[in-house]
């Protein structure tokens, strides 16, 4: 078997086995009404965290319409956590720097090691890895084995990054945790669909691109990154992306990552050097740390999307949460039909 055979089959199953993994035991906050949860983070305006706060700090809005806050927690709610690893050989700056790449990955692994460590025994983490493809384990709380899987891999090839979104997002339907995260570390530089030169249409003629421009590599790209965030959206999960490039290579895509992020509850951290990867993901354990979990009875059963917005009673507050959620549709309520009572 080559090299480029064994870093994208390095992990033992790939997403198509996947569905055979099932839900063990009910997910938090999950009842009869498919409550919507929203995890918020709140901090004060040197940007740090506010504590101590109660539900009844919080207004909730669906659709500009306001909503209880039916379930609260301020405490430690398990998690659903994909990580999702750029091994394309953009991470990598080849033979000539080798002691700089053994350098970076070993950054990389110390801060997996720290997310895992940090992570509670009732945590499921599923590791997935791209390049031009995808290769994931299936969701599992023995965390050991995840970095027994990183230590087979070494980075090569193209970089399919939202291909790999697409394809992971998913996975969070068979998640057994309600409260779920993806991890995205990347350069961003996303290569199997390329950005080229074509006009925008006029805002009020958008409509189908593909119909309009023809498979053009930007209207291409536009579409891709649209599939990826609306994947990310049915997916409830709370998006963090670290950019880590080379320290002499291409530079983090960061525009990319903040778009993929900026609806989903998390931030985009672009690196200015890999080594800081580290104290990147320290930072986002603690941001899970001191989340308010939130969640109240969704208005809609049209299984489309709508916006959600979470304030505080505090207006020099600054709260971060995601952006919408897809309600659940009529059939998803009510899967056997009218007859069902």
Same mark, same amino acid.
């Given at each position: ?11 033992? /199953? ?6 055979? &993994? ?25 940007? =740090? ?19 209880? &806050? ?111 995260? /993806?991890?995205?570390? !990347? ?35 536009? /579409? ?10 049915? !997916? ?10 080379? =320290? ?18 998390? +931030? ?6 890999? !080594? ?6 320290? =930072? ?20 489309? +999307? ?13 709260? =971060? ?21």
């Amino acid at each position: 078997m080559d090299v480029d055979t064994r870093t994208r089959w390095a992990i033992v /199953l790939v997403l198509a086995c996947m569905s055979v &993994v099932a839900a063990q035991q009910p997910p938090v906050f999950r009842t009869n009404t498919d409550l919507v949860l929203v995890p918020v983070s709140v901090t004060d305006r040197t940007g =740090r965290v506010v504590g101590g706060l109660k539900a009844d700090h919080f207004e909730l809005s669906d659709s500009g319409v306001r909503r209880a &806050v039916t379930q609260f927690s301020a405490g430690r709610v398990p998690i659903s956590l994909a990580i999702l690893l750029d091994v394309s050989g953009s991470m990598m700056q080849g033979p000539d720097a080798r002691a700089a790449d053994d350098a970076r990955w070993r950054d990389t692994r110390r801060a997996l090691e720290m997310l895992l460590a940090r992570l509670g025994t009732d945590d499921d983490v599923l590791f997935a890895v791209f390049n031009d493809r995808v290769a994931a384990s299936p969701w599992t709380q023995d965390h050991a084995r995840i970095l027994e899987a990183f230590d087979a891999l070494r980075p090569n090839g193209d970089t399919a990054l939202l291909q790999a979104v697409g394809q992971i997002a998913p996975v969070f339907r068979i998640a057994r945790h309600q409260r779920k995260v /993806l991890l995205l570390i !990347s350069d961003g530089n996303e290569t199997q669909v390329p950005a080229g030169a074509v006009v925008a249409p006029p805002q009020h003629e958008i409509g189908d691109l593909t119909a309009q421009f023809g498979e053009s590599d930007r209207t291409r790209r536009q /579409l891709s990154i649209a599939a990826a965030r609306d994947a990310i959206r049915k !997916s409830d999960a709370t998006l963090y992306a670290i950019g880590i490039g080379t =320290r002499a290579g291409l530079p983090v895509n960061t525009a990319l990552l903040e778009d993929l992020t900026k609806e989903a509850g998390g +931030y985009a951290e672009p690196l200015r050097n890999p !080594s800081e990867i580290l104290a990147a993901v320290a =930072r986002i354990c603690d941001d899970l740390r001191s989340q308010y979990i939130l969640a109240f009875e969704p208005a809609h059963a049209d299984g489309k +999307y709508h916006l959600i917005r979470v304030r505080t009673r505090g207006t020099d507050l600054k709260v =971060r949460a995601r952006a919408g959620y897809v309600a659940p549709s009529i059939e998803s309520r009510n899967p056997t039909g009218p007859n069902r009572y």
